[in-house]
C-alpha cells in the first residue's frame, strides 16, 4: 500500500500481527519512503504516436505489483472494515475504481522519431523524475 504525500510516495510498513480462524491482523508499522533516482525507467502500457504529448506507462520502482492495463480496474470490499459505531461510520462506495498505469508528459523539445510509429506496448522508455516530485514525470527522449 502506498501513501503520496508532499509528492514523495511512502510505503507503508506492516506486519501480519497474528491469524485466527483465517483472519489476519494487519499492524502498521510504519513508513519507508520510495526514493526515486532522477532518471527511472518505465514502460508504455499502450501504443503512441511518436508526437504524442502524453503516454501511459508503468513506472516499476512506483508500481511494482500493479499489472499494466488501459481498461480501469473494479475492486470490491466489504464495509464492514469500519469499527466504527453506527452513527459515525463513514458512508463509502463498496466499489473502488484504479488504473493500471501512470500518464506521464513529455518534455516539448524531445524527438522520439528514432522510434517506431505508433510505439509499441511495452516499449522501455526512460523517464525524468523532477525533484523527485511524483507529480513533475516525464518522457525522455532516451531509451
Known sequence: MFLLYCNSIYRLVQYINE????????????????????LEYCY???????????????LPKVMPKISPSIKPVVSS?????FVNAADC???TSPKITT???YTIKR???V???????????????ISAIMDGNILDVHVTGNI
Not at 491469524?19 to 532522477?38: F, P, Q
Not at 508504455?44 to 508503468?58: A, E, L, P, Q, R
Open 44 to 58: 508504455t502500457v499502450d501504443k503512441h504516436g511518436t508526437g504524442d504529448d502524453s503516454f501511459k506507462v508503468i
Open 107 to 109: 518534455f516539448k523539445n
Open 77 to 81: 470490499y466489504n464495509n464492514n472494515i
Open 19 to 38: 491469524e485466527k480462524e483465517g483472519v489476519c491482523t494487519m499492524m502498521i508499522t510504519g513508513l519507508e519512503e520510495i526514493k526515486l533516482n532522477t
Open 99 to 101: 488504473q493500471g498505469f
Open 89 to 91: 461510520k463513514p458512508t
Open 111 to 125: 524527438n522520439l522519431s528514432h522510434l517506431p510509429s505508433p510505439i509499441p506496448q511495452g516499449t522501455r522508455l
